[in-house]
């Protein structure tokens, strides 16, 4: 058990320590609050030093600012021309813009278009091919051809020409059991006449045509199919020379026209075989394009006008000598007329002769018996040696009428 006096000197010890705790923790505490006020001062200084820097960073920008304004503003000023062009450049732009796309829709409408035109083309294209490539094709191309340079050169059909008609309508005693038809027969002066025959072997120019011209590699494919097609255009040479169209007309120039509808099968066969124009002629046939067939039917075109000509000239001089000899006829039958009104002026003459010397004289012997006559009798007038001449035919032309005048 603890006694009083030690419990009593515990108590004062207990509250001497209290009061020193307290004493210190009170001074701990005003330590900490003084220095707490210190660092809150310290960073108010800090912020209002902070504060004021700013101001005065502020201060300057807004007078960098209201400096800039300025300069912005007499930028802007100096620039106003310049603003002007480009709203008005800007309105161009816009413009051509819509321009531009205007076009553009054109433009793709238009390549649209073309495109579908190329695929026709196309199919139209292989269509020609294909129809090229047909014998039967070929052949009715070539008579139209034909027939269009006919009609080219001014010639008349069934006048000038005659069109797939057999050769012995017009063929001599010779030919009149011909069966030959050839594909037009051209009429000469003279009775003579000109067979044309058309061909267009194409088989081998279109499959050299689908070569490459500028591939080395394909020259010499190239090279062998035209000489192909110099081969059978010779062929049809020696067919027509077998024909023997000419043997129908014996009067007429001893040739046949092998016509072909296109300058490039003529071209590229004579091109592969350089011998191949003589060796026709040879055989009696000419090789001729359009340009050169149109240039031999102009010819006989002009034959044939200059042939009418002289047949006309041939008529007017022998109409000019039917005339002379009937105004000779004529210029007769005045002189007999001249003649016969010279007789009748002078037997009106010797009349009024006879009425003067003799009727008259009776007459005014009877009106002296009867003075009371109303009326006086006078002669007739004669007719007066100017008006009495007659004028004689004096050109040698007319008076010579026994024959017809010289030429």
């Known amino acids: 058990m603890i006694s009083t006096p030690f419990f009593i000197v515990f108590v004062a010890l207990a509250a001497a320590l209290g009061a020193a705790l307290g004493w210190l923790a009170a001074s701990l505490r005003a330590g900490a609050s003084a220095t707490a006020r210190a660092e809150e001062a310290a960073a108010l200084r800090a912020r209002a030093a902070q504060a004021d820097a700013r101001a005065e960073r502020l201060l300057e920008e807004n007078e960098g600012l209201i400096e800039r304004s300025r300069a912005d503003a007499n930028i802007l000023q100096a620039l106003s021309p310049i603003t002007q062009q480009l709203e008005r450049v800007s309105a161009h732009v816009r413009s051509l813009e819509t321009t531009a796309a205007s076009q553009h829709s054109e433009m793709v409408t238009h390549m649209r278009r073309e495109a579908q035109i190329g695929a026709e083309l196309s199919t139209a294209t292989a269509s020609l091919n294909a129809a090229l490539r047909s014998t039967t094709a070929r052949g009715q191309w070539g008579e139209v051809q034909l027939r269009r340079i006919v009609e080219a050169a001014g010639m008349l059909e069934h006048v000038d020409v005659d069109i797939q008609v057999a050769s012995k309508r017009f063929a001599g005693g010779k030919g009149k059991d011909s069966t030959l038809r050839p594909d037009a027969i051209i009429h000469l002066p003279g009775d003579g006449h000109l067979a044309i025959d058309a061909k267009a072997p194409m088989n081998s120019y279109l499959l050299a045509m689908e070569v490459p011209a500028n591939d080395p590699g394909a020259l010499k494919e190239r090279t062998d199919l035209l000489d192909k097609h110099a081969k059978a255009l010779r062929a049809h040479v020696d067919t027509l020379f077998k024909r023997n169209y000419p043997g129908d007309f014996p009067d007429s120039p001893q040739v046949t026209v092998l016509f072909l509808p296109s300058e490039a099968l003529l071209a590229e066969a004579t091109r592969a075989d350089p011998t191949l124009l003589e060796y026709a002629l040879g055989k009696g046939v000419v090789l001729a ?21 002289s047949a006309e000239a041939r008529d007017i001089v022998e109409l000019g000598r039917t005339l002379v000899e009937r105004i000779s006829v004529v210029v007769g039958h005045l002189e007999r007329l001249g003649r016969s009104l010279g007789q009748s002026v002078n037997h009106y003459n010797a009349a009024v002769s006879s009425i003067e010397s ?50």
Do not use: C, M, Y
């Not at 149109?294 to 075109?301: D, S």
């Open 358 to 407: 003799r009727l008259l004289v009776s007459a005014r012997s009877l009106s002296s018996l009867q003075p009371s006559a109303p009326h006086k009798l006078d002669a007739p007038p004669p007719v007066a040696e100017d008006s009495a001449q007659i004028t004689a035919f004096r050109s040698p032309e007319l008076s010579n009428r026994e024959g017809v005048a010289p030429e």
């Open 289 to 309: 394009s359009p340009s050169s067939l149109l240039a031999i039917l102009r010819t006989v075109a002009s034959v044939w006008s200059s042939a009418a000509a």
